[in-house]
C-alpha cells in the first residue's frame, strides 16, 4: 500500500504556483487576488477559509478576508458579491459555506460572476464541465483528479465507484472521472443513500472515491484488493489522548482498508490539502485570464 | 414484454398542452411561440426541423422555420441568434445540429440565451440540472424521464447503465437518473467507448439506456431477464421491401432483446416522438415564465 499524500503534492503545486506569481510579479504584473468571505462564526468553516488565506500568503498571491457577521443579511452578502463582481483589483473570489439558516446557499452560487467563481459552483461552470468546454472545475473533484495524475494512477476503462452524489464533490467527481480526458475514461458509477447492494457495487470498484460524510463508512470487506481509494470525508472525534482533545477521521475505516488497498488517501493530509491547491491553481488561471 | 410507445405518449403530452394553449388564448396572452433554425440542407436534420414545426402548429403553438443555406457564415448565425434572444415575441429557439463543418456546435449554444434554450443545452442550464435547479432539460433524456414517468416504471434504487456519454444524451441521462427525484434516484453507471467488460456491466442492469449509435449494437446476452430497455438510437438502412428504400433500425436488437424485457422502446416510435414532446413543454415552460 502506497499513500497518496495530498499533504506534499498540495505544497508541489503551491511552490510551482509561487515560481510562476515570481515571473509575473517580476514582468510587473499584479499578483493573483484571492478573496474569501467567510458569514458566521462556524468553527471548521473558520479554520478552512484561514487555510486558504495563509496558502495565499505563503505563494506570494494577494488574499483578502471578508468577515460578516452570522446576522448578515441575504440582500447584504449578495451586495458583497456584487462589488467582489465589479472589483477588478479581484480575480477570483468565494463564499465559504455552508452559509447561516437564513440564507438561501444557491442564491449566492447563482450570484458570483462565472468568471470569478474560483470554487467552481456557479451552473455555467458546472455545466461547461459536464460538457467537456474550459472552464473552474470545483476545487474538490478537481484536487482529487490532480492526485491521481500526479502519481499516475491509471483510469482509463477501470470501474469506478463514487459514494455519495453532492453537487460539490460526488457528482462533479462523477462526471469528471468519466470525462474523455487523462486522468477520466473511467466507466463510472454513482452510487448514494437510495443504492441498494451497496457493498458488491464497492467490490467491483478498481478505484473508489467516497464521500458520503459517514465517519468510517468503508471497511476492508467493502474493498477490492489492491484497489485505489480516496477518501473525501473528515470528520472530528473525540479522543483524550490528543493535546486538543481530537483527532480527525475520514469516511473510510483506515486501519482496516490501508492494508488491503494499493493507494490509499490518509485523512487528514489527503483530499484536503488537493482542495486547496485546486482553488490556488483556479485562482492563477483566473489572474491570467484577466491579464 | 410491453412496449413504452412514445408516439401515444407524445400525443397524449401534447393534446395536454394543446387544452393549456387554448385557456391562454382564451385569456387573450399569446400562445407559445418557438422558432427552428436549420442551416444547410442535410436529409435527416430537416425532417427533424419539420416535425417539430408540425407539431407546434399541431397544438396551437406558433412556429418559425429560419432556413439558412448552408455556406452561412458562423458571425451570420450569430447575429441571427442575437437578434432571436433580443426578440419578446420569441418565447424558445432550437438551432438543429449538426451543423456545417465551418461552424463550431459550442459557439452556437454558448450564444443562445439561457432563458431562450429550449433544447436545454447551454451550459448555464446543463449545470442547472446537474446540481437540480429548475431550467429547461435536455430534449432527450427528458423525454425518456417523463416516459419512464407516465409508465410509472420503478427507477428507485435500481441499476440503470448508461451507454454513450455525449453532451446531449448520455451524460446529462446519467445525471437525471441519479438525482434526488422520481424518476430517478437510480444507481448509474455510465459506459463508453473505453469501458472494459461492457457486456457483464450491461448484464446488471435493471434498466438499459443505450444511445451508442452503432444499429442493433445490443444483443440479447447482454440484456438481464426482465430489464426495462431504452433504445436512443436512430439508424437508416436499406430495405428494398420498402416502398421508400429504407427502414428505420435503433441501436437495440430489438426482435431479440424485446423477447427477454420487460419493457423495450421501439424505434420508430420510442424516444424520438418523445423529444419532440419535451421540447414543446420546455416551449410552454418559456412562455409561462415570461407572461
Redesign the interface.
Known sequence: MELLDGKKTSLDIQNELSEKVKSLVANGTNPPHLVAVLVGDDGASRTYVNAKVKACERIGFKSTLHHLSSDTSEIELLKVIKSLNEDHSVDGFIVQLPLPNHIED?KITLAISPNKDVDGF????????????P?FLPATPNGVMELLKRYEIPT??KNTVVIG?S?IVG??M??LM???SNPG????????S???NLEQ?CKQADILIVAIGIPEFVTSDMVKPNAVVIDVGIHRIEDTSKKNGFRLIGDVNFSEVSKKCSYITPVPGGVGPMTIASLLMNTYIACNERN
Open positions: 444557491h456557479h451552473p455555467e461552470n458546472v455545466g461547461k464541465m459536464a460538457l467537456g468546454l472552464t482509463e476503462g452524489r453537487s457528482t462533479p462523477s462526471i468519466s470525462r474523455k475514461n473511467s466507466t463510472v458509477t454513482l452510487a448514494h437510495r443504492t441498494k457495487i
